[in-house]
């Protein structure tokens, strides 16, 4: 008896070794403490709690391993937050039919308690959710619950702390695992800066699973890195759930963060490869997995003048920004020996990503009886470029490194250094 309480005792210990490391207690218990805090505001006005919230959770960047400055990343995430802020005021945070089927789970339960004994009977029986309607509320529903909210504006806190933290992780994992790929690690404090993206602003105003789906797939793609299979497993098994090609997400920046150019080259041309085949040898598919990894730079589209109306203009704008910059970037990859291997790198995982998204677009269109040929989406491709916005920002920075030389190449409030990390250090 006393032999088998031993082993439960290390199991569990085992477990939450694997769950929980240095880092990742701390900002847990960071992010309690400010619930604890704001949990009778909430109480007492729901818009005094979340403004709270609002301003105590930029303060997570604080407690992130990175090499970049306290104060650059403080201020990068409260100017996030400021903008999603804007986005929320000025947006309805209901504008699709995913955010009210969302936000109507909040009304279905009568407590988290019931929800979570609803999900259990469902897992038990199906073993699978089914339904990112039953999945994402995994993710909102005990922060609505714990601190009393009903209006789905609220929401946005979630969300911006989700996007914050993916940010947070996706730079840390440049920085550690790239250690010996000279530029990669460079640059890969440049991942913070996705926190001034609009897009990213927009759609963590609005009640939906972007930032919380991109959250996952990030912290998957760390687990891996870290060998944490056990939390792996379970963020693979949510996060597919969650959103199908989760895995596909989690592969790309474990590709470009870690694999050898010629993986990432095999693993590109499978990509483009399983896209033909499926989709019948379709020609025109592989044609669109080009489009949409440049549509990923530029979108929204600019040449739609809906799109520099209201809260679109924004987008639009860094959407002009990172596909000029990503123009600019093939003549220096043509002609700069030292810089090519790091873009070929990054287009290749973008290309991966693109080739997911295509896929997903020709079903999408094939369910919906839509005609398909050159050009052809089939989804919302600016929402679904949300996932690898620190990839982007990653692009963008190192072409205005090359462009502008050693002026950004100085030391400044955000600085970007390759680190040596302790094995325990997140």
């Known amino acids: 008896m006393k032999g088998g309480e031993e082993v439960k005792a290390s199991v569990s210990t085992v477990f939450a070794t694997e769950m929980f490391s240095p880092t990742a207690r701390r900002t847990i218990g960071f992010i309690v403490g400010l619930m604890v805090l704001a949990w ?89 959710l089914g339904t990112a309607y039953l999945a994402f509320p995994v993710l909102y529903l005990p922060y609505y619950g714990a601190l009393g909210l009903q209006q789905p504006e609220s929401i946005a806190v979630l969300n911006a702390l989700f996007w914050i933290l993916a940010v947070g992780a996706a730079t840390w994992m440049f920085q550690r695992w790239s250690a010996g790929r000279g530029d990669l690690a460079f640059l890969g404090g440049a991942c913070i800066l996705a926190l001034l993206s609009p897009a990213a602003m927009y759609f963590a105003s609005t009640f939906g699973k972007d930032a919380g789906a991109t959250f996952v797939a990030v912290l998957l793609a760390v687990c891996v890195l870290r060998k944490r299979w056990i939390f792996a497993a379970f963020l693979l098994y949510f996060g597919t759930m969650l959103r199908p090609y989760t895995v596909v997400i989690a592969a790309t920046y474990v590709l470009l963060a870690r694999a050898p150019t010629y993986v990432l080259a095999t693993a590109a041309a499978a990509a483009i490869a399983i896209v033909f085949v499926a989709t019948g040898f379709r020609a025109d598919a592989v044609v669109n997995i080009g489009l949409v990894g440049g549509f990923l730079f530029l979108s929204p589209n600019p040449l739609n003048p809906d799109n520099w109306i209201g809260h679109l203009a924004p987008l639009a704008i860094e959407g002009i920004i ?50 398909y040929g050159i050009g052809t989406a089939g989804d919302n491709m600016l929402r679904k470029k949300l996932p690898i916005v620190p990839i982007l920002y990653l692009h963008a920075t190192l072409t205005l490194r090359v462009l502008f030389g050693s002026l950004l190449a100085r030391r400044s409030s955000v600085t970007f250094q390759p680190m040596t990390m302790a094995k325990d250090a997140a």
């Not at 990503?326 to 790198?345: E, K, V």
């Not at 290309?351 to 919906?368: D, E, F, K, P």
């Open 40 to 128: 009778p505001l909430c109480w007492q006005n729901e818009l005094y709690g979340t403004a709270f919230l609002m301003i105590g959770l930029p303060l997570c960047m604080a407690l992130l391993p990175l090499r970049v400055s306290q104060i650059g990343r403080l201020l990068l995430a409260y100017a996030f937050v400021a903008g999603v802020v804007g986005f929320a005021v000025s947006t309805d945070a209901l504008s699709g039919p995913d955010a009210l089927g969302y936000f109507a789970q909040i009304g279905r339960f009568d407590s988290v308690g019931q929800f979570f004994r609803y999900i259990y009977e469902v897992v038990r029986e199906q073993w699978i």
């Open 322 to 371: 990172l596909g000029g910059l990503a123009a600019i970037s093939l003549p220096i990859m043509l002609f700069s020996r030292r810089h090519r291997p790091l873009y070929f790198r990054i287009f290749l995982s973008v290309l991966i990503y693109a080739a997911t998204l295509t896929l997903v677009g020709y079903v999408h269109a094939r369910t919906r009886g839509m005609p």
